[in-house]
Every structure is written in C-alpha cells, then in structure tokens.
C-alpha cells in the first residue's frame, strides 16, 4: 500500500503530495524534508531506487529536475511501483504535451485529477492510459 506520494524538485519544494495515512503537519513537513534529503544525495548511476526509510521503503525516479516519490509498505513490490511512477509521468505527458514542473504548479488542481484517476485509498486503481485520459476529457468538458 502508499502511503504517501510526493513531487519533489531538486531544491525539496513539494510540488504535489498526497497523504494515504493521517500525519500532523509537523510530521507532514519532517517526512517531506527527510525524503528529500534521503532521494537527492544519491548517485543515480550506481545506486538503485528503493531506500530502506523508518519502517517503509521509499520507491522513487527523477524525471529532469523532478523527484518522484511513492513511499510503500517494505512487503510491497518495487519494481511494481517504479513502473507505477512511470505510467504515472506518462499520463501527465499526455495530458499536459510534454509536462514540466510548471504544469504542476499552474495546473494543481488538474494533477491531482490525474493522481486520483490513477491510485485511490493508497493502491493503483487505473493502469489504462487510454481510460484515465478519456475520464480526464471527460471532466474538461464539464467545466
């Protein structure tokens, strides 16, 4: 299970969180900073994406200046996660044609759309790009 997702930029400002387990704010922003602390100072080359962290594991990739950072249960399948950070990327390529980070920013509250089409209550709901983008035109032509 998730228990929480960050986005994270190389100087640790959060550009997207979701919390599957009740945290305080305090905790909320000491779990952001150690995440961070922990996923920047590895060497991308020879280390792998997954780090042991308090009693979870950290599952993330960095697509240019951006961390992404599933933190998961330590029975759970990594390499099952990694390819669900990358579906996750290329459903918001898709939708935003070649996203950046300041797709995130600007359009929040779309990337969250995404996030909840994507995974609910903490497991992956949808693994249809196809699916998730006609749900997601679906929701444009509301507003």
Same mark, same amino acid.
């Given at each position: 299970?998730?228990?929480?997702?960050?986005?994270?930029?190389?100087?640790?400002?959060?550009?997207?969180?979701?919390?599957?387990?009740?945290?305080?704010?305090?905790?909320?922003?000491?779990?952001?900073?150690?995440?961070?602390?922990?996923?920047?100072?590895?060497?991308?080359?020879?280390?792998? $994406?997954?780090? %042991?962290?308090?009693?979870?594991?950290?599952? +993330?990739?960095? !697509?240019?200046? @951006?961390?992404? *950072? &599933?933190?998961?249960?330590?029975?759970?399948?990594?390499?099952?996660?990694?390819?669900?950070?990358?579906?996750?990327?290329?459903?918001?390529?898709?939708?935003?044609? $070649?996203?950046? %980070?300041?797709?995130?920013?600007?359009?929040? +509250?779309?990337? !969250?759309?995404? @996030?909840?089409? *994507? &995974?609910?209550?903490?497991?992956?709901?949808?693994?249809?790009?196809?699916?998730?983008?006609?749900?997601?035109?679906?929701?444009?032509?509301?507003?």
């Amino acid at each position: 299970m998730i228990r929480f997702i960050l986005v994270q930029n190389r100087q640790g400002k959060t550009r997207l969180s979701k919390w599957y387990m009740p945290f305080d704010t305090d905790e909320q922003l000491k779990l952001k900073a150690e995440v961070h602390r922990l996923v920047a100072s590895r060497d991308q080359k020879y280390q792998s $994406n997954f780090v %042991e962290f308090r009693s979870y594991k950290v599952v +993330y990739r960095r !697509y240019a200046g @951006l961390f992404f *950072c &599933f933190c998961v249960d330590t029975n759970d399948n990594e390499l099952a996660y990694l390819e669900a950070i990358h579906f996750f990327v290329e459903v918001l390529d898709m939708f935003f044609k $070649n996203v950046c %980070e300041l797709d995130l920013v600007f359009n929040f +509250y779309k990337v !969250y759309s995404i @996030l909840d089409e *994507c &995974f609910m209550a903490g497991e992956i709901q949808e693994t249809s790009r196809n699916v998730i983008l006609h749900r997601l035109d679906l929701l444009d032509k509301l507003e």
